[in-house]
């Protein structure tokens, strides 16, 4: 939330002035920060949720043979899949 702000609060203080200066470079660093940041939100709220519609109800260890695939089977030389 503080960086939303922070984001509103810089611009108006820059007063839409901006030029090809250092000043410009740390304001548009700082909205990229901030957008990643909104990014990373989202992300981490929507993971989870999908990891659980995934799993439809399995145990663990059937979710693990499963993510991992034919490897899981295979783990011994030779052995059958």
């Given at each position: 939330?503080?960086g939303?702000?922070?984001?509103?609060?810089?611009?108006l203080?820059?007063?839409?002035?901006?030029?090809?200066?250092?000043?410009?470079?740390?304001?548009?660093?700082?909205?990229?920060?901030?957008?990643?940041?909104?990014?990373?939100?989202?992300?981490?709220?929507?993971?989870?949720?999908?990891?659980?519609?995934?799993?439809?109800?399995?145990?663990?260890?059937?979710?693990?043979?499963?993510?991992?695939g034919?490897?899981?089977?295979?783990?011994?030389?030779?052995?059958?899949?």
């Open positions: 939330m503080l939303l702000s922070l984001a509103v609060v810089v611009t203080h820059t007063g839409f002035q901006f030029g090809w200066n250092v000043h410009t470079l740390a304001y548009v660093f700082m909205m990229l920060v901030i957008a990643s940041g909104v990014l990373g939100l989202v992300l981490y709220m929507s993971a989870p949720r999908q990891l659980s519609d995934n799993a439809a109800g399995q145990s663990r260890p059937g979710n693990v043979r499963r993510a991992a034919d490897r899981w089977r295979g783990a011994r030389p030779g052995a059958q899949v």
